[in-house]
Structure formats: structure tokens, C-alpha cells
């Protein structure tokens, strides 16, 4: 199986902030790369797939990049709506895994 | 709009089996793959398999093999997911969420609203 890694697993910022949130894959997935976010008691939304592609309706400041083993999410102003949980999952190969989240907090 | 709708809540004993159900609409419930995501409580995201609901065939997570079964009826456009031998550490909300399609990483588009499963011992 391929196991996903993020880190930090939580981060304290503030309204306007940029913040970076980093996925390594324990081997290779190309693109294959999908972030979503999650809010208590609400199921995941996605935010990007295939790595860099922001989906239909979610903010510009949300951003993907990374190829290979190592991607990254980018909010570039964080806004009060965006204090949530935010998972990496892989999609190259089954079974299909996801990071362990990223809680992002308010300073 | 496109949605998934899933069953009410569960609480079930130790050992037995619960079958969930996700009732799609909005789009073409044959063109899309459908995935079964659980969380426990306070913990993160698990895949447990998908189904195509145009074949039926179904692909499962190696962890519940012989325990799940995902099944579709596409009279009434639902895909279920049945769990069975249930223990305390299949306590978590399930999800049913819709995959994009290898174009875009099959990346999981759409989620129903989740179903909380307990169980008791």
C-alpha cells in the first residue's frame, strides 16, 4: 500500500495568512494526487485533483502543485471559512490512502 | 443537482451485519463509480473499495475482504455497502462518494451526508 504523509499534522495561523500544507507518498503517483477539506460533522469537499487543478467552485487562493512523491496545498489568504482538516489522497493504485490530515487552527 | 443520499443511522450488536444505502441523482448514476470512505471518531479518512455501478464489479480494500460486500440496483439508482462480522472498531460515520474518472485522477467529486454506524457490544 502506499502510505501518505502530512505534515504538520496541525498549524495555528490567522485571517490573511499564506499557509502550506506538504504530502509526501511513500513511492511514486505522478499526478495522481487529490486534497480535500473537511469541516466537524460534514463529509470532505474536494478542493483539488490530478495535483494542481482546482475544482469547479472552490476559491483561487486554495492551490496544488507537486509531481512524483511530493505536493503541497497552498491558501494563499487564509479566510475564517478556511479553519478546517485538510486530507491529501493518492488515486494511482488501489487500495486508495489518505494523509492523516492537517488541522488548521486559529492563532 | 447532483446528490447522493444515504440511510439513516445505525446502532447494531457485535457480530452482526449493517447495510447501507446511497440513493444518486442528478446525473447519469451508470457513468461514475461510486467509493465507500469511513471515519471512525476523531480520526482520519478510510478507503474501503468502489463498484462500478454499470458492471457491478466491484474492487475492495484488502483490509475487508470477505467482510463487505458493495452492490448496486440501477432501477432506483443506490449502490449499498454491507459490513458484516461487526466490531467495536467498525464504529465510524460512512460515506459513499462519487469518483470523477481517470481524466481527473478519480478524484471523489460528490459525498452523501455520511451514516453513523455504532456498535455495541
Known amino acids: 500500500d502506499i502510505q501518505m504523509t502530512q505534515s504538520p499534522s496541525s498549524l495555528s495561523a490567522s485571517v490573511g495568512d499564506r499557509v502550506t500544507i506538504t504530502c509526501r507518498a511513500s513511492q511514486t503517483i505522478g499526478t495522481y494526487l487529490n486534497w480535500y477539506q473537511q469541516k466537524p460533522g460534514k463529509a470532505p469537499k474536494l478542493l483539488i485533483y490530478?495535483?494542481?487543478n482546482l475544482q469547479s467552485g472552490v476559491p483561487s487562493g486554495f492551490s496544488g502543485s507537486g509531481s512524483g512523491t511530493d505536493f503541497t496545498l497552498t491558501i494563499s489568504n487564509l479566510q475564517p471559512e478556511d479553519f478546517a482538516t485538510y486530507y491529501c489522497?493518492?488515486?494511482?493504485?488501489?487500495?486508495?490512502?489518505f494523509g492523516q490530515g492537517t488541522k488548521v487552527e486559529i492563532k | 443537482q447532483v446528490q447522493l443520499v444515504q440511510s439513516g443511522a445505525e446502532v447494531k450488536k457485535s457480530g452482526a451485519s449493517v447495510k447501507v444505502s446511497c440513493k444518486a441523482s442528478?446525473?447519469?448514476?451508470?457513468?461514475?463509480?461510486m467509493n465507500w470512505v469511513r471515519q471512525a471518531p476523531g480520526q482520519g479518512l478510510e478507503w474501503m473499495g468502489w463498484?462500478?455501478?454499470?458492471?457491478?464489479?466491484?474492487n475492495y480494500a484488502q483490509k475487508f475482504q470477505g467482510r463487505v460486500t458493495m452492490t448496486r440496483d440501477t432501477s432506483i439508482s443506490t449502490v449499498y455497502m454491507e459490513l458484516s462480522r461487526l466490531r467495536s472498531d467498525d464504529t465510524a460515520v460512512y460515506y459513499c462518494?462519487?469518483?470523477?474518472?481517470?481524466?481527473?485522477?478519480?478524484?471523489?467529486?460528490?459525498w452523501g451526508q455520511g451514516t453513523m454506524v455504532t456498535v455495541s457490544s
Open positions: 490530478a495535483a494542481s
Open positions: 463498484i462500478n455501478p454499470n458492471s457491478g464489479d466491484p
Open positions: 442528478g446525473y447519469t448514476f451508470t457513468g461514475y463509480y
Open positions: 462518494a462519487r469518483a470523477i474518472g481517470d481524466t481527473a485522477a478519480d478524484a471523489l467529486d460528490i
Open positions: 489522497q493518492q488515486s494511482y493504485s488501489t487500495p486508495r490512502t
